[in-house]
């Protein structure tokens, strides 16, 4: 195949994926995905901490990709800020916490835990999130960690679901990731003094 060829099909491959281009985006209903799912994270409990504050660039944070498993032409968003609130919303992580209210400032409420996001991809069929989740005391740092966590990999569902999958694939890998980092952070917390 000629270079001129080469370059007309690629030129065509591009306009094709970008002209037909279908934003699907994974946090629309990340809600309802938790509320079918109350009780699976199975998290212990903690009295460490009332109240949660997510900085605006954590809040705002969206990430997208293309799978060719599921069409090149649908393009996911995930709007994890969203997600992130979602979680700390969820059933499941307020009776964890016994109950957790979010704050407009980190500096204000005592008992606050900070989410600082530090990376989040969905790479080799899972989720990757990094957390810095600092706890805020009389609008002092009296704990900070970093947390790293994997989802669980999702292949095979997004191989023989496709299209249909790929939203499921991605919300169950981003909760089993936010579930392990969350349980960790609450025995942490439970070890302080």
Known sequence: MSILMRSALLAFVCFFLGACTIRQTVESDYPQYLAKN???SKLPSTDKARHYFLPPQTRSFSYEFR???TGASNLWIIEFGKMLEDTLKSADVQTAFG????????SGADATLVFELRDYSFADFGAHISLNVKLMNAGAVTFEKAYTQAGKAQGG???LGGYFAQKNAVQQSTKLAMDEILRRLIVDLNELR
Do not use: G, H, W, Y
């Open 67 to 69: 799978s060719f498993l």
């Open 157 to 159: 569902k997004m191989f």
């Open 38 to 40: 109350v009780r699976e």
């Open 99 to 106: 109950t957790l209210t979010a704050v407009d400032s980190a």
